[in-house]
């Protein structure tokens, strides 16, 4: 993924992508820092990581291209914005908790491989079991990420008694491929709905938009290269 090409992005129920935005320009960047890109957890006090595409805890079921050591990177801008989320669910006693950050372009041509490999069923059970793996292309997965602007994450929230941590039961696993992970699925219980609406809340408070098809993903607005996308591995 070297060099510089065009992409159309925007958001489509999974990684974001449509015909109708503007050019996207892929960065020839190989190096964070060229690119304003840092690690989340050097801004952000107390951030819980999980980043599941640097294993083989995904629905790749193996770690993905690009991800070479589990960090969340984002752009400065959003990050410092994060630390203020941060700031704010910290007097709630909670913690926020990433999954995933600024995704390489190299690691969204990965998932669209996996998902044009209709022998490998491993995950199926666990993150997609109400659907035929061939139909994840026609809406959640697509050839372009938002995410590979940096400015966009997926995250929870978390309430810690010392270092142990527990997830705020938000009805449904990140990264489920099903109606009920919409944000506001009417299937999901009260307690639930509070949750997912504490952490929409909390974003919202400090510039981040929730995509309603997932109550896990985010974008800071306005995006500050909204026609950029990187390629830097995550080291």
Partial sequence: MRGAWLLLVCALPWLGACASSPAVQVSPAQDAADVDLVEAASVVPGLKQDIRYAGANNFVGAPVTGYEAPKCMLLSPVAQALARVQQDVQREGLSLKVF????????????VRWAHDPADQRTKAAYYPNLEKASL??????ETSGHSRGATLDLTLVRCDGDACTELDMGTPF???DPRANTAHPSITDEQRRHREQ????????G??????????FTFRPEPTPRTAYDVPIR
């Fill in 100 to 111: 995933d950050c600024y995704r390489p372009v190299r690691a969204v041509q990965h998932f």
């Fill in 175 to 177: 990264d489920f491929f």
């Fill in 208 to 217: 981040f938009q929730n995509y309603a098809m997932e109550w896990w993903h």
């Fill in 137 to 142: 292309l026609d809406g959640y997965i697509a």
């Fill in 199 to 206: 952490l929409v809340q909390a974003m919202a408070r400090h």
